[in-house]
């Protein structure tokens, strides 16, 4: 299968510029496309809102998952790994979700 040469944007495309050129290519109107993209905006939120699958892939190009990070306990004279010989205090912090995202292997193939 041979690669269709493309040629790179030297600036971003706006939400709007966006809008309308896959409106173009695909023959439907802005205000459909944009439905569109409302509608995945929900279904991503439901699939990574908390209590959820915690995971959500648009295929081939990226995986958007949630990462739970543990809470981490104050701690008092630490070394410091910037100034040898000097200690610090680490402040404690709660427990977290973060928002990963994952490129796909078609999104990498197209670098």
Not at 35 to 49: K, N, P, Q, T
């Amino acid at each position: 299968m041979a690669k269709k040469k493309v040629k790179g944007l030297r600036k971003a495309m706006t939400k709007s510029q966006m809008f309308s050129e896959i409106a173009e290519a695909t023959e439907l109107t802005r205000k459909q496309v944009a439905s569109v993209f409302e509608e995945l905006d929900g279904i991503v939120h439901r699939h990574i809102v908390k209590g959820s699958v915690g995971q959500f892939k648009i295929p081939g190009l990226l995986k958007i998952k949630t990462v739970k990070k543990a809470a981490r306990k104050a701690k008092k004279n630490v070394p410091n790994p910037f100034r040898p010989g000097e200690l610090m205090d680490i402040k404690a912090k709660p427990a977290s979700i973060k928002v990963k995202v994952l490129p796909l292997k078609k999104l990498k193939e197209m670098v």
